[in-house]
């Protein structure tokens, strides 16, 4: 199927590593030309070579999302280098390493503010775009009650996104902007939180893979391959809604 992404002018945010890495590949692939940012600059700069090399249009420069006035000035240049955007697909969070008080303070930055003040900057842009669509990547830790105990601020703060998100997408609609989330199960990846879990907390890891109907973990490359397809004009009687990527982890039926 041809996902339609041959014009599309894409900004992913969080592209250096996992999932965010895995659907600028994708979109790439797809023939969108991606822009794309991290904190980090050398991992940035060394996917950044790799999918020029490959022949894809991709921007970036690394920046930190929480940093207001430095953001907007990426956004805008992002834009620039694209000539306009199509689709915005906010992925970043980030590793909260506070307690108490500051801890709900860096997840509220990290897993809620920064998708808003993103949205914001990329409204206009949208507007003018075709087939314009958002995807926001939440997380099933925003459904269970049962998290990890680190995990108690990441999934309020998710819950607040997808009502965020769903509220968005209600009045969008009229504008003929698409609003999508996508709730990932737990993810294996190169540097990324499961691989470190397997490392040092087997047990716990084990579990999570017997959760999935598939007694496995989920990858980064199913994520994006959700992730474009909502993104893209293919999917385009749907909106509001928040996919599971999970492997059939929650057991509760999806109406
Ligand atoms: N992996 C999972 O199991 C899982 C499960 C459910 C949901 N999710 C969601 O999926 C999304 C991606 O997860 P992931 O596992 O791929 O995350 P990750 O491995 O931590 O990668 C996050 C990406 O965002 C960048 N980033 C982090 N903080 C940033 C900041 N303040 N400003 C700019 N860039 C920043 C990182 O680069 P730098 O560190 O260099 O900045 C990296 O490129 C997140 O929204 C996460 O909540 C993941």
Redesign the pocket.
Known sequence: MDLGFADKRVIV??????????TVQTLINEGAAVA??????E??EAALAQWQKQGGTAYGA??????SQA?ARWFELAVEQLGGLDVFV??????NEYSGEARWEQAFE??LM?HIRATEMALPHLRKGKDASIV??????SIMSANMPTETE?GAM?AALISYASQLAHKLGKENIRVNLL???????K????QGVEKHQPDLYKRAQALSVFNR??T?QE?ANATAFLASPVASNITGINLRV?GGTIKTVNF
Do not use: E, M
């Not at 945010?13 to 895995?22: D, E, K, L, P, Q």
């Open positions: 945010t969080g592209g250096s590593r996992g999932i965010g890495h895995a794309t940012c991290a904190r980090g600059a991992a940035l690394s920046v930190d999302v929480s940093d953001f906010s992925n970043v969070t980030s590793k990290a897993d920064q926001y990547i939440a997380s099933i830790a990441y998710k709730s990932p199960g737990p993810i294996y990846h540097n990324g939180f499961w973990l989920g980064a994520v999970d």
